[in-house]
């Protein structure tokens, strides 16, 4: 994300930006692009006095480090008197310097990169024009994703690349989340199985939607305290929440350590396979259990030595209820399926197989553990090189906001829907990667506005107001070419 956001600031040539990192040498390929405007310095922030000293040197500062260690800058800022920008969500730590931020005259503007940051402006957006015309907004859901382009998704059974740690994603996953729907406040432990199909986001992509943390926590600042539905999630590809959900459901994710004497990837998968056991979600005589004994031993490869048996005993320990949205209860209890499940699952079971494939798990290739690593690094590890987003790929984002909104007047309801779909550059080409340029640019321009002294607004602050988002949305169109398309439905 550096390098966007170090270009768009540089554009002017008016000005000397100073790239602190532990890892100089990665600072300098950067500075070294334009010398005369660009410097690299050695930076380690548990240094409190050369943090203090380097921060003084410069009228700015931008903290793009990991979340949590963003107070640690927010304190050096305070204290030296500087501003603040960050692509982060609001820190509690920093949110409870807001008096401190004030006193100093001092802007702490966060949340300004794309989830959290165009999300919001765009969100706002919408509220602010709608609530001016004197109507209400009734149900709101808000989902991103940032995905390879659809044509180097379909390299791989997931239809996804990793741009970012695959072990931080993949636990990230298995965090509940808490949304709104139908009036009721709605906790899922699980949310991958929750997932929603969604096919008018785009006429040319299949997409899925699932809830993503505490939606509720945006009630408040996006003044919906009232909505019947509000939710904000997660956008991927079709298939790839029910491939990671049966890797939660079979202990691939799992953070217990992998036991020393575990050689193959063939006695990992073998080695959930026993610990799950109790766990067994499916079994024979069901219409589950009988389309699991046809996908096993028509997978391929199923006449090897015990791939069959390793086939079944895979999709047995699988959770596949979720996926049967078609079929009654009173079936299900039965086990019955209707048709337009069976197809369902039984896609989903030959989407699993094929991402275990994928990643070796059916081959006795030999691994290496040391009674430390755990199920989830291992995981991690075989995604990483499996499915990194290499410099030759390119990245797609989609964004999509749908209001329901309803008239003061008449009272009549209707759908507006605000959407961003925009795709990047490889890194082969010399170009910035979308997630590059969405979370970078825009940080970039709130900086630049800053330091402009655009914003009326002093303390700890995120982009909610029309004087923060409307002058940096009109500059990511205007010279990013990033844009929000609105419609009425």
Not at 286 to 306: E, H
Not at 311 to 339: N, Q, W
Not at 381 to 397: A, F, S
Request: aromatic content about 8%; hydrophobic content about 35%.
């Amino acid at each position: 994300m550096a390098a966007p956001l170090v270009e768009y600031l540089n554009r002017p040539k008016d000005s000397i930006i100073t790239i602190g990192n532990e890892y100089v040498d990665m600072a300098k390929k950067i500075a070294d692009t334009d010398p005369v405007h660009i410097r690299a310095a050695y930076l380690d922030i548990d240094d409190t006095n050369q943090l203090e000293s380097l921060i003084a040197e410069n009228d700015h500062v931008i903290s793009f480090i990991p979340p949590p260690l963003h107070p640690i800058i927010a304190r050096a800022c305070l204290k030296v008197g500087r501003n603040m920008t960050t692509s982060s969500y609001n820190n509690p730590e920093i949110v409870a310097m807001e008096a401190d931020v004030k006193a100093k005259d001092l802007i702490f503007l966060n949340e300004c990169g794309l989830d959290p940051g165009i999300d919001i402006m765009g969100t706002m957006k919408v509220v602010h024009e709608e609530t001016a015309k004197g109507n209400k907004i009734v149900s709101y859901e808000s989902y991103c994703g940032g995905l390879p382009v659809p044509e180097q998704a379909d390299d791989n059974p997931f239809g996804y690349k990793f741009s970012w740690n695959p072990g931080a994603a993949i636990k990230t996953s298995k965090n509940p989340a808490t949304y709104r729907s139908g009036s009721e406040v709605v906790t899922s432990p699980e949310p991958l199985k929750v997932t929603e199909i969604r096919d008018d986001f785009s006429g040319s992509m299949k997409l899925e939607t699932y809830p993503n943390r505490d939606s509720l926590s945006f009630e408040k600042t996006f003044g919906m305290n009232d909505c019947r539905k509000f939710v904000r999630g997660t956008i991927r590809f079709e298939g790839f929440s029910t491939i990671i959900s049966a890797y939660h459901d079979l202990g691939l994710s799992s953070e217990n350590a992998v036991a020393a004497e575990v050689n193959t990837l063939k006695k990992v998968l073998q080695t959930r396979i026993v610990f799950t056991d109790p766990q067994k979600m499916n079994g024979e005589g069901t219409a589950v259990g009988n389309l699991i004994a046809k996908t096993a031993s028509s997978y391929p490869g199923s006449d090897a030595n015990g791939l069959a048996a390793l086939f079944t005993s895979i999709l047995e320990r699988v959770d596949f209820a979720h996926i049967m949205r078609e079929t009654s209860e009173a079936d299900k209890a039965e086990g019955k399926m209707d048709k337009h499940d069976e197809r369902a699952v039984s896609k989903a079971m030959h989407s699993i197989l094929k991402s275990l494939d994928f990643l070796e798990f059916f081959t006795d290739g030999a691994v290496k553990v040391d009674g430390k690593k755990t199920y989830l690094q291992l995981l991690s590890e075989l995604m990483q090189g499996k499915l990194n987003l290499g410099d030759h790929d390119r990245d797609l984002v989609v964004m999509r906001h749908e209001f329901g909104i309803q008239s003061g007047t008449t009272g009549k309801e209707w759908r507006k829907t605000s959407t961003m779909v925009a795709s990047g550059n490889s890194k082969a080409s010399g170009g910035f990667s979308i997630m590059g340029q969405t979370v970078g640019f825009t940080c970039a321009i709130a900086t630049r506005l800053v330091l402009e002294k655009k914003f009326p607004q002093r303390g700890v602050l995120s982009p909610i107001y029309p004087e923060i988002y409307n002058p940096i949305l009109e500059e990511l169109e205007a010279k990013c070419g990033v844009k929000m398309r609105e419609e009425d439905c």
